[in-house]
């Protein structure tokens, strides 16, 4: 397995398929874990760095946590790679960007993700397609359970793991999901999901997690304390109240956007696709604006020759790095929205 290889097809996360799935794009746990007896990386030297990621990487391919796996060294790897991993969602912003010994390993389906020296010593992810927050902690789980009995984690009685970040303390989980919401954009209620989600003490990000913008009408919301719950109950708050009730939410903006201005909605849905069937150049931001108008009117029956799985896909494969590495070469933002649309009327046509 190579890394190239993953450009073949869109993310396990974007498959389009598992419940709720025309809302719920994506199911996200992670856990935060470090080495007990090492440094915080904070405090870690270059040789301590390379110390524990050399260590964690044969932790991980020793606890075999699937048949197929990648390491990618994202310190050597090129930008372009690194790009790529991020628009995958396998790695974070901040480790593409951070500096020194780090690296990721890939399960070869990419449902789990292991990331050595991140802001911890070790972030591992679980990502599933729609709402599948239980199935994925059962994963990461077994996923951790293996680890732990290869590596000693930092540890406390009192505080539970330890991490870098303070609000990371305690389990040192993170549960996220990734939803559609345009029709709350639409009708201007999607302040109200902001303003219940702070109430809640929840994080609401964009596409790429913190400091990006919600293209696309997709947000990432997440939890943003660990201390003082278990794994299941945050797990449970999340899948069983947070999330369907905000997906009620949404259904509801749509059933009346639908009834006062069915026609206009469906006219937007086939304005868009007949642009991205027909237009010459396209940025990454206005692709992902009428793939969103696309996706709501598939969900509302009004567009039925495309699946959701294929507007999934092209939210991907279009992102800078994916068109890139798919045409082999390096491109400017003008060649880019030339090959974007090209590949879009490929697709869609």
Not at 174 to 194: N, T, Y
């Amino acid at each position: 397995m190579r890394l190239t290889d993953l450009t073949q097809h869109a993310g396990q996360w974007l498959r389009g398929a598992g419940p709720d799935s025309e809302i719920v794009i994506s199911s996200r746990v992670r856990l935060a874990r470090n080495v007990a007896g090492e440094p915080f990386l904070t405090r870690c030297d270059d040789s301590q760095r390379r110390r524990i990621a050399e260590r964690l990487h044969e932790a991980v391919e020793q606890a075999a946590i699937a048949n197929e796996m990648l390491y990618v060294d994202v310190e050597a790897a090129s930008d372009l790679d690194r790009q790529l991993l991020v628009e995958r969602h396998l790695i974070s912003r901040q480790h593409a960007q951070g500096s020194g010994a780090r690296a990721v390993v890939v399960t070869g389906d990419e449902t789990a993700a292991v990331m050595i020296n991140e802001e911890d010593h070790l972030r591992v992810q679980v990502l599933r397609s729609g709402l599948q927050l239980a199935d994925s902690y059962e994963q990461i789980d077994r996923v951790d359970d293996a680890l732990a009995q290869r590596v000693h984690f930092a540890f406390s009685g009192r505080f539970g793991y330890l991490t870098a970040c303070p609000t990371n303390v305690g389990t040192g989980i993170r549960v996220s999901v990734m939803l559609h919401l345009p029709a709350l954009k639409m009708s201007g209620q999607i302040e109200k999901v902001f303003q219940a989600a702070s109430d809640m003490r929840l994080a609401i990000r964009g596409l790429y997690g913190e400091g990006t913008e919600a293209m696309g009408d997709l947000f990432q919301i997440s939890n943003q304390t660990t201390l003082g719950q278990s794994e299941r109950e945050i797990i449970s708050e999340f899948n069983d109240r947070i999330v369907p009730g905000i997906i009620e939410f949404e259904r509801e903006a749509r059933r009346s956007l639908l009834a006062t201005h069915g026609d206009a909605m469906e006219d937007k849905a086939f304005r868009s696709l007949s642009l991205l069937r027909s237009a010459r150049l396209m940025s990454s931001e206005e692709t992902m604006g009428l793939l969103s108008q696309v996706r709501l009117g598939i969900h509302l029956g009004r567009v039925q020759d495309i699946t959701l799985q294929t507007v999934n896909e092209l939210l991907q494969l279009t992102q800078p790095a994916h068109l890139q590495q798919i045409h082999g070469r390096a491109m400017d933002a003008a060649e880019r929205a030339r090959v974007r649309a090209e590949f879009i009327r490929q697709r869609l046509n």
